[in-house]
């Protein structure tokens, strides 16, 4: 048997620290939205010996796929069989994309249709042990996320937009993101509640509480020069995806977005231009 998925990346419209937890976690105010750009995930039956997970053509291990599927069969009760997951990436690794628990996500969701072991619920809680991304993944849409990303609010968005996401800078590691956020007493001042009334009322409006924390650790020149092109090339809003570093801005009008992606896409490799999506994994065959 063979299935195939795209998988979606998200964007984080808001993020907001609300402070670190016990256990060293941080709970999160967030409004994330899937949008179209996309890994493509296949999983196939006794086709290989055990589990082979194949990426761009090389073989890979001890990657969050491979976790997925094996925490699959084991909250299922089963003995790993034959197969083979096959990932053709598009999303950029380590963009604040969540590509990686894309891929998880479609992984848990494919195996579940081949199998049918786990119920709705039970996925997504398992999910949740691999990525704290992974649950907003397997359900995708637009979605208020709370906490470390369990408590998922699906938004009925009726915004209509054009995306340019652009990964210009490197990733710094997380950890070191949250602890330059501990380390400050400013957070940002916007309201998640106006953004999520406005998107939900088809108001334009929602770009004005657009916002990140994580915005202004970003103050290289390379992101400042980025974030200034979006908006010169028409974007209505710019900003910055989970930790980063992928930025992107916000346009009503498309042929500016076309172009905005043409001027970037001449200067950054990973230029993409994209639209929101109403599911975070597509089954496709």
């Known amino acids: 048997m063979k299935i195939t998925a795209f998988a979606f990346a998200k964007v984080n419209l808001f993020l907001k620290v609300l402070?670190?937890?016990?256990?060293?976690?941080?709970?999160?105010?967030?409004?994330?939205?899937s949008v179209s750009l996309a890994d493509k995930v296949t999983v196939?039956?006794?086709e290989t010996k055990g589990l082979t997970v194949i990426c761009d053509g090389a073989k890979i291990e001890d990657n969050i796929a491979e976790k997925a599927a094996?925490?699959?069969?084991?909250?299922?009760?089963m003995a790993v069989?034959?197969?083979?997951?096959?990932?053709?990436?598009?999303?950029?690794?380590?963009?604040?994309?969540?590509?990686?628990?894309?891929?998880?996500?479609?992984?848990?969701?494919?195996?579940?249709?081949?199998?049918?072991?786990?119920?709705?619920?039970?996925l997504i809680e398992l999910g949740g042990t691999i990525g704290s991304d992974v649950p907003f993944c397997m359900v995708g849409g637009c979605a208020r996320v709370f906490g470390f990303g369990d408590e998922i609010n699906a938004v009925n968005s009726k915004s209509?937009?054009?995306?340019?996401?652009?990964?210009?800078?490197?990733?710094?590691?997380t950890g070191h993101m949250y602890s330059l956020i501990d380390s400050r007493d400013e957070h940002i001042n916007a309201d998640a509640n106006a953004l999520v009334y406005?998107?939900?009322?088809?108001?334009?409006?929602?770009?004005?509480?657009?916002?990140?924390?994580?915005?202004?650790?970003?103050?290289?020149?390379?992101?400042?020069?980025?974030?200034?092109?979006?908006?010169?090339?028409?974007?209505?809003?710019?900003?910055?995806?989970g930790s980063g570093p992928t930025f992107f801005g916000i346009f009503f009008d498309e042929d500016k977005a076309k172009n905005c992606y043409d001027t970037l896409k001449a200067r950054y490799d990973?230029?993409?231009?994209?639209?929101?999506e109403t599911a975070g994994i597509k089954i496709v065959d």
Not at 111 to 122: A, F, M, P
Not at 160 to 173: D, E, F, H, N, P
Not at 202 to 219: G, K, P, R, V
């Open 19 to 33: 402070g670190k937890r016990n256990d060293g976690l941080h709970n999160l105010d967030m409004v994330m939205q």
């Open 44 to 46: 196939t039956t006794d």
């Open 70 to 77: 094996l925490k699959y069969f084991e909250k299922a009760g």
């Open 81 to 122: 069989p034959d197969i083979k997951i096959n990932i053709k990436k598009h999303i950029p690794i380590s963009g604040g994309l969540a590509g990686g628990s894309a891929d998880a996500a479609a992984v848990l969701i494919l195996c579940n249709r081949i199998y049918g072991k786990l119920s709705e619920t039970d």
């Open 160 to 173: 209509k937009y054009t995306m340019v996401l652009v990964k210009a800078g490197q990733k710094r590691s």
């Open 198 to 241: 406005n998107l939900e009322n088809n108001s334009n409006a929602f770009c004005e509480h657009i916002a990140n924390d994580f915005t202004a650790l970003w103050d290289d020149e390379v992101s400042k020069e980025l974030c200034n092109t979006l908006y010169k090339e028409g974007a209505s809003a710019v900003s910055l995806s």
């Open 270 to 276: 990973d230029t993409y231009i994209c639209t929101p």
